[in-house]
């Protein structure tokens, strides 16, 4: 989902707090806008989870919400004002983080791998123009594009082992990434290194084949393979000090 989305989706959700607000306070009755209240739930519904997010608002309709306010502890206007504000400011902070998160999204820098290069470049395009579930499911698929790229660039059989010493097949990217990061990041000096190396391919490896995905999920992959690629470019004296 893009800024400008969030953006949209935030004003939205103000026009749904003043509606829940003004038939609780004397406003419209709720015969007249409930079917407006509705469709817009659902619309909303439907941009949370394409970013991940659940919808804070239980009330399906305005009967339902009618239900909540007359039971008792909520007896003045003021009351439910305080309630729906409540309600919706954690979701309206999160939304607000994430229209940031997106602005500082920066493009990948090259390596030098043609097929590496061009395939991060299409992950950070796609993650950009990323609306729904299944954009950001291809985001895991692109990943894994790039992995398997990135392995067939920097694997060599007689020189990286494998940890279980089986001989991995030409797409096995976890084993052949694996088996170079043990092999260039030997010995206890390098020990922190490795671990982060390790722990940034599990976790892209884990969200690259997640069934299901919103935008955290995408933006973490994504996130997880570029770290993927640099240490690898760096250990691979791909990227470095020139001169």
């Not at 989305?5 to 103000?14: A, F, G, M, T």
């Not at 989870?49 to 003045?76: E, H, T």
């Not at 206890?188 to 391919?201: G, I, P, V, W, Y």
Request: proline share 4%; charged share 30%; glycine share 6%.
């Amino acid at each position: 989902m893009t800024q400008i989305d969030i953006q949209s989706l935030l004003r939205e959700i103000d026009i749904q707090k003043s509606l829940m607000i003004a038939v609780a306070t004397g406003g419209p009755r709720i015969q007249d806008v409930n079917r407006e209240y509705v469709q817009r739930r659902i619309k909303i519904n439907e941009d949370l989870k394409n970013v991940g997010i659940a919808d804070p608002n239980p009330y399906f309709d305005l009967w339902a919400w009618y239900g909540r306010w007359s039971s008792g502890d909520l007896p003045r206007y003021q009351n439910r004002r305080d309630f729906v504000r409540e309600l919706y400011q954690p979701l309206i902070d999160k939304l607000h983080m994430l229209a940031r998160d997106i602005a500082t999204i920066t493009p990948p820098e090259p390596t030098g791998w043609e097929a590496v290069d061009r395939q991060m470049d299409k992950i950070f395009d796609t993650l950009e123009a990323a609306q729904h579930e299944e954009d950001f499911q291809t985001i895991g698929l692109l990943c894994r594009e790039v992995m398997i790229s990135l392995a067939q660039e920097v694997f060599d059989p007689t020189k990286h082992t494998t940890v279980d010493g089986k001989e991995p097949s030409k797409t096995d990217t976890y084993r052949m990434i694996e088996a170079y990061i043990g092999t260039e990041l030997q010995g206890n000096t390098f020990e922190t290194m490795r671990s982060f190396a390790k722990a940034a391919l599990k976790l892209a490896n884990e969200l690259q084949h997640k069934r299901t995905a919103g935008y955290r999920d995408a933006v973490l992959s994504a996130e997880a393979t570029r770290a993927i690629v640099t240490v690898i470019a760096i250990l691979s004296g791909k990227r470095g000090r020139s001169g």
